[in-house]
Nanobody, 132 residues
Framework: QLQLVESGGGLVQPGGSLRLSCAAS????????VGWFRQAPGKEREGVSC????????NYADSVKGRFTISRDNAKNTVYLQMNSLKPEDTAVYYC?????????????????????????WGQGTQVTVSS
């Protein structure tokens, strides 16, 4: 079954760190841009960060710039989200999603240009809670 599986969520104190992982099962992420999204209770799902298929292009929401870092290891078929200096407002369910993109890197649009609705695969989500 083609799927994405997130892991690494949990409870952390403000100022702490977590690293989320997004692993693909039964398909390769090589030609996919990957995005991380989050949804807090009572709020709409929002984009947090994304990375191009090669890893050369990344994008971050203003609220996480300088604190979160997205990366990928195509050999491990996994994308990571390193989250530092966590704040209570980062509390949410975090989802990763993948979208098939052009195999020629120079013809790929910026990963931030992909609407959420166009992503092909979604994970089940992992809870991140930042609280003292």
């Amino acid at each position: 079954q083609l799927q994405l599986v997130e892991s690494g969520g949990g409870l952390v104190q403000p100022g702490g760190s977590l690293r989320l992982s997004c692993a693909a099962s039964e398909f390769t992420l090589d030609y996919h841009a990957v995005g991380w999204f989050r949804q807090a209770p009572g709020k709409e799902r929002e984009g947090v960060s994304c990375i191009s298929s090669s890893g050369s292009g990344t994008n971050y929401a203003d609220s996480v710039k300088g604190r979160f870092t997205i990366s990928r290891d195509n050999a491990k078929n996994t994308v990571y989200l390193q989250m530092n200096s966590l704040k209570p407002e980062d509390t949410a369910v975090y989802y990763c999603a993948a979208i098939l993109t052009h195999f020629i890197t120079s013809l790929q649009p910026p990963c931030a240009s992909y609407p959420q609705a166009e992503y092909n695969y979604w994970g089940q989500g992992t809870q991140v809670t930042v609280s003292s």
